[in-house]
């Protein structure tokens, strides 16, 4: 990764997940970064996987490694739901995540948010997108919470 592709990369992580979020996902060792035909960077690898692609829309969508990565540096509930055991199965195959399994969300995530999915002991289950704002996750006993996009296949860390 170059100073150009990473001054800018991290300052939009910074502007999605907060001030701390960039360093996070982009300082441990040197991650690879694709780019478009018109020279955007498009996803960003790092050794443990995907960290994120850069959408046309100039925000991040998770990958599960980068998931890991703000799971373990961000304050504790930020941008994460938790759900139980009836919905660790399910989630981990990237199924979607639903209001009435959802036992606590950060309540400033907004719909449309990239978020990470974790187990109430703290183990990274999904990375997907808030279809309810936190509140609402918490509030509704019906409906999908979290659009999974990808899940964390096995409880060792491996991902599929």
Same mark, same amino acid.
């Not at 659009?147 to 491996?158: I, K, L, M, Q």
């Given at each position: ?11 939009? $992580? ?7 979020? +960039?360093?996070? *996902?982009?300082?441990? +060792? ?9 020279? !955007?960077?498009?996803?960003? &690898? @790092?050794?443990?996987? !995907?960290?994120?692609?850069? $959408? ?5 969508? =998770? %990958? ?9 540096? =961000?304050?504790? @509930? ?5 759900? @139980? ?8 195959? @990237? !199924?979607? $995540? ?6 606590? $969300?950060? #309540?400033? &995530?907004? #719909?449309?948010?990239? &978020?990470? *999915?974790?187990?109430?002991? %703290?183990?990274? =289950? ?9 509140? %609402?996750? *918490? ?22």
């Amino acid at each position: 990764m170059d100073e150009r592709d990473r001054a800018m990369l991290t300052r939009v $992580a910074d502007y999605q997940w907060g001030r701390g979020a +960039g360093e996070a *996902l982009f300082a441990d +060792g040197d991650p690879e970064v694709t780019h478009t035909s018109s020279g !955007r960077p498009r996803q960003v &690898i @790092g050794e443990d996987g !995907r960290l994120v692609t850069y $959408a046309t829309d100039g925000r991040f969508t =998770l %990958g599960v490694a980068g998931g890991r990565r703000l799971h373990d540096s =961000l304050p504790d @509930g930020s941008y994460r739901v938790v759900v @139980g055991d009836e919905s660790e199965p399910f989630v981990r195959e @990237g !199924r979607n $995540a639903f209001a009435k399994f959802v036992g606590a $969300a950060d #309540p400033e &995530i907004r #719909p449309g948010d990239e &978020i990470v *999915l974790t187990h109430e002991r %703290g183990d990274v =289950l999904a990375v997907g997108r808030a279809e309810l704002s936190g509140r %609402g996750m *918490l509030d509704f006993e019906t409906g999908v919470a979290v659009f999974v996009r990808d899940g964390a296949e096995t409880s060792d860390g491996d991902e599929a």
